[in-house]
């Protein structure tokens, strides 16, 4: 008899992660220009093994039709949910002919679906490979880079020559107290403070830098309490821009998270999750939150650009709102 998929996975995780061969490494991303984060999306593999109980890459058709996860007799959602990572070790071969075809307009993302510096990543020089190849092999094109694992600043460290093309971040999904939450929905990941820390450190080296709040949970990221504290934070690091966006409900990231803290005890957590995961609760949420932030910009009198991602419609909303001057309709 063939082994089950839980058996399969139990294997394919002592093996630390899957790994993939793609064709390409740096694609042209019409969504992400449209969220003003970047021209070009550079990804190092399909799944990553922070195991963010929210995270909707799973239901992305580049992971979800890939035949790697067919292959090992799984799913992409079920490698995610293992806490399994797949990526693509050629990365860095395939970065150094695409990085020639950049243009000094282009910003390449590191990464725009999975983490580019996941547990699984830190064993391999994935990501500082890539870097070199995209810096390297382009001398104008601009690198914005997103983690959740504050090591990676230790990477930047031998990148301080390319300091004035490089932005940083990592993001923010809680304030520091609420870390017992975190533990829960983002296992993998460095803590809030490690984070906050290893922003410091990077702005000290001189990287540019850029704040990410995201994704907002409700109780968690909601309170106009909240977030002043969380951007007074990234307000200490010069940011260029702050992006700010919700929990989106694609994929089993609500149903995720909902048993995960109810089985943590933390059912008012779970609580807060449920009542969104309906459409017109879900408007109302992301309402209150783009209402809060605008708030806490005019209280902040913050000078760098808020840019608040909603793939909530306008004509749902709209009424609701103070001001949408800081949304980025989706």
């Known amino acids: ?36 984060l970047c021209t070009c999306s550079l ?6 093994d922070h195991g963010c109980l929210y995270c909707s890459t799973p239901t992305i058709a580049a992971a979800r039709t890939n035949r790697v996860f067919k292959e090992h007799g799984t799913t992409a959602q079920k490698t995610h949910n293992a806490q399994i990572a797949c990526i693509d070790l050629g990365t860095p071969k395939r970065v150094a002919a695409d990085a020639k075809k950049l243009t000094e307009s282009d910003v390449v993302m590191m990464c725009t679906k999975v983490d580019p510096y996941s547990p699984a990543v830190t064993d391999t020089n994935l ?15 601009q690198i914005r880079v997103l983690s959740k694992n504050a090591g990676i600043v230790d990477v930047l460290k031998d990148f ?11 993001s923010i999904t809680a304030p520091a107290s609420m870390q017992d939450f975190i533990d829960i929905v983002e296992p ?21 830098m850029y704040g990410m709040v ?7 990221m909601t309170s106009l309490e909240q977030i002043k504290s969380t951007f007074q934070k990234i307000l200490d690091l010069n940011p260029e821009e702050i992006f700010v966006e919700p929990v989106n409900s694609r994929g089993q990231g609500f149903n995720n998270m909902i048993a995960a803290l109810d089985s943590a005890g ?19 949420y992301v309402a209150d939150l783009i209402n809060t932030v605008a708030i806490a910009g005019d209280l902040l009198n913050i000078a760098a650009p808020i840019r608040f991602l909603s793939y909530n419609k306008k ?8 001001d949408d001057y800081h949304v980025i309709w989706l």
């Open 188 to 208: 993998n990941t460095s803590t809030i403070q490690e984070r906050h820390e290893a922003m410091t450190e990077a702005h000290a080296l001189g990287f540019r």
């Open 1 to 36: 008899m063939s082994k089950g998929i839980i058996e399969r996975c139990l294997e394919i995780k002592h093996q630390k992660c899957l790994k993939v061969e793609r064709k390409q490494a740096i694609y042209r991303t019409v969504k992400f220009n449209k969220k003003e």
């Open 315 to 322: 004509e749902n909303i709209g009424a609701k709102l103070i």
């Open 214 to 220: 995201c994704p907002c949970m409700p109780g968690i």
């Open 43 to 48: 990804d190092i593999g399909l799944i990553c």
């Open 266 to 284: 933390m059912h008012s957590h779970a609580k807060d999750i449920k009542e969104i995961k309906n459409k017109d609760s879900h408007d109302d």
């Open 160 to 170: 301080t020559e390319y300091k004035d093309r490089i932005l940083f971040s990592l």
């Open 127 to 141: 990501f500082c490979d890539c870097l070199h190849e995209v810096l390297t092999n382009n001398s104008s094109c």
